[in-house]
């Protein structure tokens, strides 16, 4: 059962809950949070709502949206809801909403991101996103028209395109990727004690940047995930020169293993002619 707080006119929580489906009481209010991706091309993020929604089901919507619970910030709730429905993470910390829209029960908080986002690498919340594309604003405004969109008054929409690049529009350069671990290795990142992911520098780990976001996926259960930041990226003609650089207690050995641990144990994974062909990479990692 989710729970939420409630807040006074001045938004300063109460001390009162209420759980989902509740209304706040009388003078009390909640918070909503909602976000909105533009692209370069001056296009919105939309995602199609699921069937069994009780609200909007089967209609298209802004980007991300939700309610903060219990004991979260405006900027903890929208990246945890970015995450849950998108796969994408981004820290809010320092990131204020562009605008706050005021309704009957509560706080809107919107934000406004403007990211370039390859929508093949989503991952997409089952039970709340059916799936997802770039519109423009005159296609949004047509779809309200037709009633395929939920029914947001067609001059806040707008809004959201003008305002694009002021009012606080956060400008995130910074690209996701996905990776798959084995359940020992997941582990070693989640307890943080493995901080170096050993890798072939081929074509897909050459898009990987300082400062892109890296999602790991437990092989054994696709519904425990890691997002990590990168740190560095340590470039290495072959495993070999990467062992003699590397600390490697923090490649994934432990001090028990140490002492047996070889360029070699690599080649299970990745042969000596590609590593020959692409080279190998050390990505430095931060649990976030």
Not at 163 to 181: A, P, R, V, Y
Not at 222 to 244: G, M, P
Not at 258 to 268: C, H, N, V
Request: a positive charge; one cysteine or more; glycine letters at 6%.
């Amino acid at each position: 059962m989710e729970i939420f707080d409630t807040y006074n006119i001045n938004r300063e929580k109460t001390g009162k809950k209420i759980t989902r489906g509740a209304k706040p009481p009388k003078g009390l209010f909640r918070l909503v949070v909602h976000l909105c991706i533009i692209n370069s091309k001056g296009e919105m993020l939309i995602q199609k709502r699921k069937s069994d929604k009780k609200m909007f089901p089967d209609m298209w919507d802004i980007s991300v949206g939700g309610c903060a619970v219990s004991g979260e910030t405006s900027a903890q709730a929208i990246g945890r809801e970015l995450f849950e429905e998108l796969g994408i993470n981004i820290d809010f910390t320092f990131i204020r909403p562009s605008l706050t829209v005021n309704f009957d029960e509560g706080f809107n908080d919107i934000y406004l991101i403007e990211k370039d986002i390859n929508l093949c690498e989503l991952k997409l919340q089952e039970k709340e996103v059916q799936e997802v594309k770039w519109a423009t604003k005159t296609e949004i405004l047509t779809m309200i028209d037709e009633e395929f969109f939920v029914p947001y008054r067609k001059s806040l929409i707008s809004t959201f395109f003008e305002i694009k690049g002021t009012c606080g529009t956060f400008k995130s350069d910074f690209k996701i990727h996905n990776m798959k671990l084995n359940p020992e290795p997941f582990g070693l990142i989640a307890s943080e004690k493995k901080t170096f992911e050993l890798r072939l520098n081929d074509e897909k780990r050459r898009k990987i940047e300082t400062g892109d976001t890296i999602v790991f996926t437990d092989t054994r259960d696709s519904s425990r995930k890691l997002s990590t930041k990168v740190v560095d990226i340590h470039r290495f003609k072959s495993f070999s020169e990467l062992y003699k650089n590397l600390p490697l207690t923090k490649c994934g050995y432990t001090e028990k293993d140490i002492s047996t641990a070889k360029p070699e144990d690599m080649e299970i994974y990745y042969s000596k002619e590609r590593q020959n062909k692409y080279g190998v990479i050390g990505i430095e990692l931060k649990l976030i």
